[in-house]
Nanobody, 123 residues
């Protein structure tokens, strides 16, 4: 079992940067793949980025590749999403997720979720 709490969301101007954090509790964090998803009203939750348990393999959605970076610190039980050059279309609620396989880009394949943190990008 893994419990997840996101933080770091807020209002940022287009072109700016923001770092999201996800603090995990539970004995299986260091063995879990971690992911970030986002959702806007009326749309399905979409994959943003994922990282494997050892932080050696990462995946990114095409829409954020080159702008966002996912990382993790297993000693701190924390996963991060560094968001650079943000755009208004990045506005969404961002969710942290934990699961077994980092290559899963379908939200229904991730069993553990945080409560979400709002990111708003102003133009």
């Amino acid at each position: 079992q893994v419990q997840l709490v996101e933080s770091g969301g807020g209002l940022v101007q287009a072109g700016g940067s923001l770092t999201l954090s996800c603090a995990a509790s539970g004995r299986t964090f260091s063995n879990s793949a971690m992911g970030w998803f986002r959702q806007t009203p009326g749309k399905e939750r979409e994959f943003v980025a994922a990282i494997d348990w050892s932080a050696t393999i990462t995946y990114y959605a095409d829409s954020v590749k080159g702008r966002f970076t996912i990382s993790r610190d297993n000693a701190k039980n924390t996963v991060y999403l560094q968001m650079n050059s943000v755009k208004p279309e990045d506005t969404a609620v961002y969710y942290c997720a934990a699961g077994a396989i980092s290559a899963n880009m379908r939200s229904d394949r991730w069993p553990y979720w945080g409560q979400g943190t709002q990111v708003t990008v102003s133009s």
